[in-house]
């Protein structure tokens, strides 16, 4: 069983940047498919980032390609969001979801593929 926990929101002004953490107890994350996703009031859950467990491949929704970056690390089973240019449409809850026993190339970005998930953590960006 996995065990994720996220820290680093907060509330920013547009044009800040903001870096995530999710940490994982209870299992390395070292083969574990991870991914980034938001959800704001009122609206569904959606992708973000995701990152396979080797190889370094990655994968954003157009919204964020070029402003956030997801990376890890497996030997603090540490995963990070870093967040540039922060826009007030990307306030919302922030959410890491981990998948096991995936190749290690694969890329999740619907949130059904994922089996762990932290609680979240709010967002939010002043205009």
């Known amino acids: 069983q996995v065990q994720l926990m996220e820290s680093g929101g907060g509330l920013v002004q547009a044009g800040a940047s903001l870096r995530l953490s999710c940490a994982a107890s209870?299992?390395?994350?070292?083969?574990?498919?991870m991914g980034w996703f938001r959800q704001a009031p009122g609206k569904e859950r959606e992708f973000v980032a995701a990152?396979?467990?080797?190889?370094?491949?990655?994968d954003y929704a157009d919204s964020v390609k070029g402003r956030f970056t997801i990376s890890r690390d497996n030997a603090k089973s540490t995963v990070w969001l870093q967040m540039s240019s922060l826009k007030p449409e990307d306030t919302a809850v922030y959410y890491c979801?981990?998948?096991?026993?995936?190749?290690?190339?694969?890329?999740?970005?619907?949130?059904?593929?994922?089996?762990?998930w932290g609680q979240g953590t709010q967002v939010t960006v002043a205009s």
């Open positions: 979801a981990a998948v096991g026993g995936m190749t290690r190339w694969y890329l999740g970005v619907g949130a059904h593929e994922y089996e762990y």
């Open positions: 209870g299992h390395t994350l070292s083969t574990y498919a």
């Open positions: 990152l396979a467990w080797s190889g370094g491949l990655t």
